[in-house]
């Protein structure tokens, strides 16, 4: 008889940040049949791919610290813990991965209670509350970057780097960029994680006419929120909501100006992109700085507060580094000794060490 399948639950939900590494792990699991748990009309809905069964629970956060509205939400997440252990007793899963963020919570109470492993990854350099509440509870808690496992002395950790796609690790995926650049023409790519990011946008368009002057280049990934997007038209300027092949553009990039979510960092480091690091202002515990820290910390990239940066500061940092070619090579050589571009590979055998041995 053929022995059936190990049976895996991915709790992954909301941004690229926790989506992209859960998928890229999943990708090198294929020998396990995985399911997903998600949230209903969140990023997995579209991102998910189809061979993976999505299920959908209701879970919320508490954002504005502990009040009445609390105890509605205390309530959701009972009521989320019940759906997830009747899920994983009548699929008979035999374990759970999550990236974190609010669904962790209902998905790692829910495993443990039935004595099911559970391995949990944490991509940003400071980890969440929800990681920091539950970290103790998982059989393994892997991290994106080593400074991580001080906020979790109780938890058993081990520094693994956080999943990317195969097309970032091996540039014959990722095929060639598909967009009038002409070859060898300074290119900067703007970016603000899967959410986009208005007040970058603004920035940027105010900045460009110089950096167009100096021959560069700009694709400019805007998201889907910004009513300008469209308010700038230059023969050197393309603007576009999304782009699925970020990998062949961050590695045709000379200089890329993003958020410093911890996926776009590790999306960066892999791709050796030197970066000017905008950490975005309203981001939980201010998480994103502390990612851009590490960056920061080996000269990989530059930081600046989006409330200290104006057009005119942002337009004389990046002719600056264009100037200066030498430096951005170096940048980028540093952004690539912090990477682990087998994290997918890694993460995997720790799965297969933790679940169906």
């Not at 950490?279 to 910390?297: G, I, K, L, M, R």
């Amino acid at each position: 008889m053929t022995k059936a399948p190990i049976k895996l639950l991915m709790a992954a939900s909301g941004t690229g940040g926790h989506l992209f590494p859960a998928i890229a792990l999943a990708q090198q699991l294929p020998d396990y049949q995985i399911e997903w748990l998600g949230v209903p009309n969140r990023l997995e809905t579209r991102l998910v791919p189809k061979e993976y069964k999505l299920h959908t629970i209701s879970v919320e956060g508490f954002q504005k610290g502990f009040g009445f509205s609390s105890l509605f939400t205390l309530g959701k997440l009972a009521g989320s813990v019940l759906d997830v252990r009747k899920l994983l007793k009548a699929g008979n899963f035999q374990g759970v991965i999550t990236t974190g963020g609010y669904i962790a919570g209902p998905s790692t109470i829910a495993a443990r209670s039935l004595g099911l492993p559970v391995i949990l990854h944490e991509s940003n350099a400071f980890p969440g509350k929800v990681t920091r509440v539950f970290a103790p509870w998982c059989t393994s808690v892997a991290l994106g970057f080593n400074v991580a496992a001080q906020y979790l002395p109780k938890a058993k950790t081990v520094y693994l780097g956080t999943p990317v796609r195969p097309e970032f690790r091996q540039p014959e995926i990722g095929a060639s960029l598909d967009l009038p650049v002409p070859e060898g023409a300074p290119l900067i790519v703007v970016f603000g994680g899967s959410q986009g990011a208005v007040a970058i946008n603004k920035l940027v368009r105010q900045s460009a006419p110089a950096w167009f002057d100096a021959g560069a280049y700009i694709v400019h990934l805007t998201g889907d929120n910004d009513p300008e997007a469209e308010s700038l038209q230059h023969e050197k300027y393309i603007s576009l909501p999304f782009y699925d092949n970020m990998a062949a553009l961050l590695q045709r990039a000379n200089l890329a100006i993003s958020r410093s979510g911890a996926g776009s960092l590790t999306e960066l480091a892999v791709c050796g992109t030197p970066a000017i690091l905008i950490p975005y202002p309203y981001a939980a515990e201010d998480h994103q700085t502390y990612n851009a820290q590490v960056f920061t910390s080996v000269d990989a990239g530059l930081m600046f507060k989006q409330s200290d940066l104006t057009a005119e500061s942002l337009q004389n940092e990046v002719l600056k580094l264009l100037c200066s070619p030498l430096e951005l090579k170096t940048m980028g050589e540093k952004a690539s000794s912090i990477a682990i571009p087998d994290s997918a590979e890694k993460m995997a055998k720790l799965v297969r060490s933790l679940v169906g041995k």
